[in-house]
């Protein structure tokens, strides 16, 4: 036995059956039995009930109730327009219906109230695939008020991606005070900050409401900002006076390194700091205490997400000098940041997207936007660098090997032995050497700690997400 199908022509003919009753008036109306009338503008659809219930659960539910509706063999509809309630009904007999930016919206909202959900999830793929920034507060709101919560993670999404482009639009300034709070609460948003602060100062005197302005400016990142641009800052007559009063002294301290250092370090502890709102791993570090390493490491690492989300993950002094509890910690956590303290006050370490796994032979891992770093070099009185890998050795940028610690580089950069001290420094063999240094001389080697072989790990962080 063999069996034949011709969906095709099943969905055609039953459409015709449809199509040609209410598109001529002359076909014999007795094969139907309800009507539904488009009070938009009087039109009359002529349907059959066992079509409809068997399509639809609203329709099902409304047949069986006995409800006047079903007395009276009509529906009004009062919510919909004739074309979309045409498409619709269309749909119901042939499972066929075309959607557009025009009327996706509508469709969307009828199938919600009507309960069509494989209208829903269609429509709804739709307009996922076909976000535009000309319309995204639109369907921010809608998928707020019908808890079409997908759509709205989406939507969020698409905006955070496309942030730089949406806030230069007059668009921006339409979204409700919840919207903006939430999408500058993801870490994924690559953008000035200062650039973002006068945006979110023409989006508050649009809105005319001086608290949410103060609300939303704490979730601006000033300890991003220039000189410059915190004395531009304090200009702006709109910021709250407990702010500027903040900013101001945060300006005034820009050329008091120590007491700057002191200020920065007591307001990123606090949570409840009116200026440093943000919460970042680095505000935990025993070792990261000046604010110029905290913006040269958030400057190289160039990553806003892993830098605002990233945790201490490990600590020598809290977790122990052993790369076992080392590696139980730290391995297959992808993007990773090493920063090592030596009793001698040298501070440097390395960051690898890759990360750490773990391996009883030695792995290497190819790692293109692997680099070292010196924040802290007194001995040769070096400012803070950064150091990338040499095209040539990518394919060597990290070695995972369970009985050592972090180790960069082939023949190697730096490692750690098994209690998580250096076990030698062959600086410039993988990473590219200051200028001026020739790899292997005694100022390449000692280069990162003042010795080669002679220094002893104070603490050693190990930062991810």
Same mark, same amino acid.
């Given at each position: =036995?063999?069996?034949?199908?011709? *969906?095709?022509?099943?969905?055609?003919?039953?459409?015709?059956?449809?199509?040609?009753?209410?598109?001529n008036q002359n076909q014999n109306e007795s094969y139907f039995d309800f009507q539904i009338i488009c009070e938009?503008?009087?039109?009359?659809?002529?349907? +059959?009930?066992?079509?409809?219930?068997?399509?639809?659960?609203?329709?099902?539910?409304?047949?069986?109730?006995? =409800?006047?509706?079903?007395?009276?063999?009509? %529906?009004?509809?009062?919510?919909?327009?004739?074309?979309?309630?045409?498409?619709?009904?269309?749909?119901?007999?042939? @499972?066929?219906?075309?959607?557009?930016?025009?009327?996706?919206?509508?469709?969307?909202?009828?199938?919600?109230?009507?309960?069509?959900?494989?209208?829903?999830?269609?429509?709804?793929?739709?307009?996922?695939?076909?976000?535009?920034?000309?319309?995204?507060?639109?369907?921010?709101?809608?998928?707020?008020? =019908?808890?079409?919560?997908?759509?709205?993670?989406?939507?969020?999404?698409?905006?955070? $991606?496309?942030?730089? #482009? &949406?806030?230069?639009?007059? &668009?921006?300034?339409?979204?409700?005070?919840?919207?903006?709070?939430?999408?500058?609460?993801?870490? #994924?948003?690559?953008?000035?900050?200062?650039?973002? &602060?006068?945006?979110?100062?023409?989006?508050? $005197?649009? $809105?005319?409401?001086?608290?949410?302005?103060?609300?939303?400016?704490?979730?601006?990142?000033?300890?991003?900002?220039?000189?410059?641009?915190? /004395?531009?800052?304090?200009?702006?007559?709109?910021?709250?006076?407990?702010?500027?009063?903040? %900013?101001?002294?945060?300006?005034?301290?820009?050329?008091?390194?120590?007491?700057?250092?002191?200020?920065?370090? /007591?307001?990123?502890?606090?949570?409840?700091?009116?200026?440093?709102?943000?919460?970042?791993?680095?505000?935990?570090?025993?070792?990261?205490?000046?604010?110029?390493?905290?913006k040269k490491l958030k400057e190289w690492i160039n990553d806003n997400e892993f830098f605002y989300k990233m945790?201490?993950?490990?600590?020598?002094?809290?977790?122990?000098?052993?790369? #076992?509890?080392? +590696?139980?910690?730290?391995?297959?956590?992808?993007?990773?940041?090493?920063?090592? /303290?030596?009793?001698?006050?040298?501070?440097?370490?390395?960051?690898?997207?890759? @990360?750490?796994? +773990?391996?009883?032979?030695?792995?290497?891992?190819?790692?293109?936007?692997?680099?070292? &770093?010196?924040?802290?070099?007194?001995?040769?009185?070096r400012k803070p660098e950064k150091f990338t890998i040499n095209q040539d050795e990518e394919r060597y940028a990290?070695?995972?090997?369970?009985?050592?610690?972090?180790?960069?580089?082939?023949?190697?950069?730096?490692? %750690?032995?098994?209690?998580?001290?250096?076990? @030698?420094?062959?600086?410039? /063999?993988?990473?590219?050497?200051?200028?001026?240094? $020739?790899?292997?001389?005694?100022?390449?080697?000692?280069?990162?700690?003042?010795?080669?072989?002679?220094?002893?790990?104070?603490? *050693?962080?190990?930062?991810?997400?």
């Amino acid at each position: =036995m063999e069996t034949y199908l011709n *969906l095709e022509k099943l969905s055609n003919d039953l459409k015709n059956l449809f199509q040609n009753q209410n598109q001529n008036q002359n076909q014999n109306e007795s094969y139907f039995d309800f009507q539904i009338i488009c009070e938009q503008n009087k039109s009359s659809f002529k349907t +059959h009930k066992s079509i409809l219930s068997s399509r639809n659960y609203y329709f099902k539910s409304l047949f069986n109730s006995k =409800m006047k509706e079903f007395q009276e063999n009509k %529906l009004i509809l009062k919510d919909v327009s004739n074309s979309i309630l045409f498409s619709i009904l269309k749909y119901f007999y042939s @499972g066929k219906i075309e959607i557009n930016l025009e009327n996706v919206i509508e469709i969307l909202i009828f199938s919600s109230k009507y309960l069509i959900d494989e209208l829903i999830e269609i429509s709804l793929n739709f307009i996922k695939n076909n976000l535009q920034i000309e319309t995204i507060v639109d369907i921010l709101k809608l998928s707020e008020s =019908m808890n079409f919560n997908q759509l709205l993670d989406y939507s969020y999404q698409f905006i955070s $991606k496309n942030f730089d #482009k &949406f806030i230069k639009t007059s &668009f921006f300034l339409e979204l409700e005070e919840n919207h903006l709070n939430l999408i500058l609460s993801n870490n #994924k948003i690559l953008i000035n900050e200062f650039e973002l &602060f006068q945006t979110i100062i023409k989006w508050g $005197k649009y $809105k005319l409401n001086i608290n949410q302005i103060s609300n939303i400016i704490q979730k601006i990142r000033f300890i991003d900002f220039s000189n410059k641009e915190l /004395k531009d800052t304090l200009k702006e007559d709109l910021i709250p006076n407990q702010i500027s009063q903040k %900013l101001f002294q945060f300006q005034k301290l820009e050329e008091n390194e120590k007491e700057l250092n002191q200020f920065i370090q /007591k307001e990123i502890q606090n949570q409840n700091s009116l200026i440093f709102k943000s919460n970042f791993g680095l505000n935990s570090s025993e070792i990261i205490k000046e604010f110029k390493y905290f913006k040269k490491l958030k400057e190289w690492i160039n990553d806003n997400e892993f830098f605002y989300k990233m945790k201490k993950g490990y600590s020598a002094k809290r977790d122990g000098f052993d790369c #076992k509890k080392w +590696h139980n910690k730290c391995d297959n956590k992808g993007k990773t940041l090493i920063i090592i /303290k030596t009793k001698d006050n040298f501070i440097f370490g390395g960051f690898t997207q890759v @990360g750490f796994k +773990h391996s009883i032979i030695g792995e290497y891992s190819n790692d293109p936007n692997a680099f070292i &770093f010196s924040l802290r070099n007194d001995k040769n009185n070096r400012k803070p660098e950064k150091f990338t890998i040499n095209q040539d050795e990518e394919r060597y940028a990290v070695k995972s090997y369970s009985i050592y610690g972090a180790i960069f580089g082939n023949g190697h950069d730096f490692w %750690l032995n098994s209690n998580l001290q250096l076990d @030698g420094s062959n600086f410039g /063999k993988t990473y590219n050497l200051p200028k001026g240094i $020739k790899y292997g001389t005694n100022e390449s080697k000692n280069y990162l700690a003042g010795s080669w072989n002679k220094w002893i790990v104070d603490e *050693l962080e190990t930062y991810f997400i």
